[in-house]
């Protein structure tokens, strides 16, 4: 695929089809994340992924401790409890807004689509060690973005959220996974009746990102 191509193709897929996901192809895709670069090549990731009955346990109890109304404790800061700076807060506010009137009354849709984990047939869960420098966060991220265009490079769609790490303790029963932090990234193939897939959030103009000096 042409790389202007896999660019186009990467926004956040809200609901998946139930169309497995073969091994090989999730390999391929963690794979390919590999090239990422890193600071002195520390590499500082770990993969974990769910997937099969293993991703379907692990949508339940979500959806059970959602509904129970258990609240999150995210190992990463608290969404709730961050404080934006007013240009972030800008921009989420903005798509607060044009999503609900994208939606028009079917916001339902929107909320069921995370109650259930976007319905991911494959959930990928990256890790670091606890003791990393705020460096191996960058790095990781480099690794998340890189990892999204490889999966959508090979047809698949992607859902970096931070529903799926609300419950940790659900992650490492079903994945023996260390006391580590975790990003989770749904993989599977967008299900293209879902008006919630249609939705593409606006960037920004590039002026107000960005500022080339070149004089003195």
Sequence with gaps: MEFKDVLAREHATR???????SEKTVRKVIEEA?????????????IYVAEGEVAKAIRKEHEEKTLANEEPH????????VEWDTFPSKNMATMS???????????DDFDQAQLKLFNAPVIV???????SPAWSIFD???FSQTLMLA????GLSTMPAHAFVKYPEVIRKYLNIPEDETIGIGLGYPNKKA?????????VPLDEILKIKKNL
């Design 15 to 21: 609901k998946f089809t139930d169309q497995r996901v």
């Design 34 to 46: 590999q090239r990422t670069p890193s600071l002195l090549n520390s590499q500082p990731w770990r």
């Design 74 to 81: 995210e190992e990463f800061d608290s969404l709730l409890k």
């Design 97 to 107: 807004e044009t999503l609900d009137y994208f939606l028009r009354g079917e916001t």
């Design 125 to 131: 869960f990256l890790t670091i060690p606890k003791q």
């Design 140 to 142: 990781l991220g480099g």
């Design 151 to 154: 999966a959508n490079n090979r």
């Design 195 to 203: 008006t919630i897939n249609d939705y593409k959030s606006k960037r």
